[in-house]
Nanobody, 125 residues
Framework: QVHLVESGGGSVQAGDSLRLSCAVSGRTISDYGMGWFRQAPGKERESVALITWSGGSTYYADFVKGRFTISGDNAKNMVYLQMNSLKPEDTGVYYC??????????????????WGQGTQVTVSS
């Protein structure tokens, strides 16, 4: 079993930066495909940034390319999402997720097996 706990959300102004953290316990992050998703009120959960260490791949949604970076620390078993140049449309609950498929990027929520509880990010203009 894998347990994920997000932290680092908050309320910021447009143009600010935040770094989200996901603490992973139970297994090592390299055993999974890892990802960040977000969900705004009234909208479906959407993929933001995904990574597979075994596959050596990353994926970024078009709306975050050049602004967000996903990374991990295997020694600490942590996954991060650095978010720069935040926009009001980035507002939502951000979730960390793990997929047993550790070789192929899976860009849809149904492909992920474990989820954190989410952390709120609010960006005001």
């Amino acid at each position: 079993q894998v347990h994920l706990v997000e932290s680092g959300g908050g309320s910021v102004q447009a143009g600010d930066s935040l770094r989200l953290s996901c603490a992973v316990s139970g297994r090592t992050i390299s055993d999974y495909g890892m990802g960040w998703f977000r969900q705004a009120p009234g909208k479906e959960r959407e993929s933001v940034a995904l990574i597979t260490w075994s596959g050596g791949s990353t994926y970024y949604a078009d709306f975050v390319k050049g602004r967000f970076t996903i990374s991990g620390d295997n020694a600490k078993n942590m996954v991060y999402l650095q978010m720069n140049s935040l926009k009001p449309e980035d507002t939502g609950v951000y979730y960390c997720a793990a997929a047993r498929n550790k070789y192929t990027i899976v860009a849809v929520a149904v492909g992920y097996d474990y989820w954190g509880q989410g952390t709120q990010v609010t960006v005001s203009s």
